[in-house]
């Protein structure tokens, strides 16, 4: 997972004045989570309600995940509840960054255009899409009231897209994998033919305000690696990896101190923050930059255990893009997980995901949960590729170019490379909402 981040909405109006009107503003706050800033500014105040959050009525029915449960949608996002009425606009989108500050305005039709999938295989593994598909509609269901970041319709509701059609199209894809794999057969998902029929295709057109000829998407890949290190400081393993104290996190001291202020030893013996966080484990340092760059880590232990580690909490202080690694200030600070993770608002809420069908974006712009099909072309025959927004990352504050696709779990970089050598640098890129 890249790195991650996260912000708290807050709603001001009750339930019932929500089920009467549409909401026409917001309260920001900061998530405690990253410890990020309050909204300021009078341009945050002008930016269109309907890009914040959801429109709130009775007159969408959003389905049930396709599964038995006794589970139901919190009230925030109850079937009688969501509805997002937002219609096509051709007014621009107000683009956000980290810190939900204004940073620019973008019109959907110079990003978006209706289309179909090319005549070719939809290239996934169904058996790893289907749980990463479970989880992020899952999130929706248990977090939407702690996170309603996720119900931001984003730009997509230029195109009268709302989190109701999300939730819908998510829904529907669950129900046909789980019939598919059930009835031992190639999903239908894997048919263009299907994909039209039962699909807006919606074509996804780059925008790079610093490369305004870039029409293609950058696709990046990330990955977890798998790193030799100990439970105990040696010679060779000797840069640790801290969590935070669950009774200490909440005074922020944290926030205080850069990357290179850990690395000097503040939390070791005799430094000035001694006894505040826990060492997890102790990596080299090449083992600690791909740790913090990458989001998780699987560490084979001198003793010949192995464990998943995932960035928990940050300082606070921003990535600064095309700044090398070792001179980044910002600092994570990790807890043992069971598996990949993905977003979440918090490290016990994060999504579970899978290599290959998982792409890293802008949640808070482009939005959660969207399903995305990759187009490119090798050895002169067309490619499709779907997966799902299940992540995001430093890279994506704000990104309206660029997707991070999940790789795999590699031994070094060497292995990495390789692999991604054979995925295309740049793509075309659709989104796919059900009709």
């Not at 009425?85 to 620019?104: G, L, R, T």
């Not at 991604?420 to 793509?427: C, H, N, S």
Request: glycine share 6%; hydrophobic share 35%; charged share 20%.
């Amino acid at each position: 997972m890249p790195i991650q981040f996260s912000h708290k909405f807050c709603y001001t109006a009750s339930i019932t004045t929500l089920l009467l009107t549409s909401l026409t503003g917001c309260h920001l706050h900061s998530r405690s989570l990253l410890n990020l800033s309050k909204v300021e500014g009078s341009k945050n105040q002008q930016l269109a309600p309907q890009f914040l959050n959801s429109n709130i009525s009775s007159s969408i029915n959003i389905p049930a995940i396709p599964q038995p449960t006794t589970n139901t949608l919190n009230p925030l996002t109850s079937q009688q509840n969501i509805s997002q009425q937002v219609k096509p606009q051709s007014a621009s989108y107000p683009v956000i960054d980290e810190w939900k500050k204004y940073k620019y305005s973008v019109s959907g039709n110079q990003v978006f255009n209706a289309a179909k999938l090319p005549t070719a295989k939809v290239n996934f593994n169904q058996a790893d899409l289907l749980p990463v598909l479970v989880n992020t509609r899952k999130y929706f269901q248990d977090y939407s009231q702690a996170d309603p970041d996720i119900l931001r319709p984003g730009i997509l509701a230029t195109q009268g897209v709302t989190v109701a059609d999300i939730l819908k199209t998510l829904d529907f894809m669950i129900t046909v994998l789980k019939e598919d794999i059930a009835n031992k057969q190639t999903t239908r998902l894997q048919d263009p033919n299907f994909i039209n029929t039962n699909f807006r295709v919606i074509k996804w057109t780059a925008h790079n305000p610093e490369k305004p000829k870039q029409k293609q998407l950058r696709l990046t890949k990330y990955a977890v690696f798998t790193h030799p290190g100990s439970r105990k400081k040696t010679s060779t393993y000797n840069i640790p990896i801290y969590a935070l104290k669950d009774n200490l996190a909440g005074d922020k001291f944290y926030t205080k101190y850069t990357k290179q202020d850990v690395l000097s030893g503040i939390y070791e013996p005799n430094g000035k923050e001694f006894g505040k966080v826990e060492p997890l484990a102790y990596l080299t340092r090449n083992g600690l930059e791909e740790a913090l760059m990458q989001g998780t880590i699987l560490i084979n232990f001198t003793d010949g255990s192995k464990t998943f580690f995932n960035v928990d909490r940050n300082n606070g202080i921003s990535y600064i893009r095309g700044l090398k690694p070792t001179a980044q200030k910002r600092y994570w600070y990790f807890k043992q997980v069971d598996n990949i993770k993905g977003y979440g608002y918090k490290i016990d809420a994060k999504i579970s995901i899978k290599p290959g069908v998982t792409f890293a974006g802008d949640v808070l712009n482009i939005g959660l949960g969207r399903l995305i099909v990759l187009e490119h072309s090798k050895g002169g025959r067309k490619q499709l590729q779907m997966g799902v927004m299940a992540d995001t990352g430093g890279a994506f504050l704000p990104n309206l170019y660029q997707l991070d696709f999940l790789a795999g779990i590699f031994r070094n970089q060497q292995d990495f490379r390789q692999h991604i050598g054979q995925l295309p640098e740049y793509t075309t890129a659709y989104f796919l909402v059900k009709k």
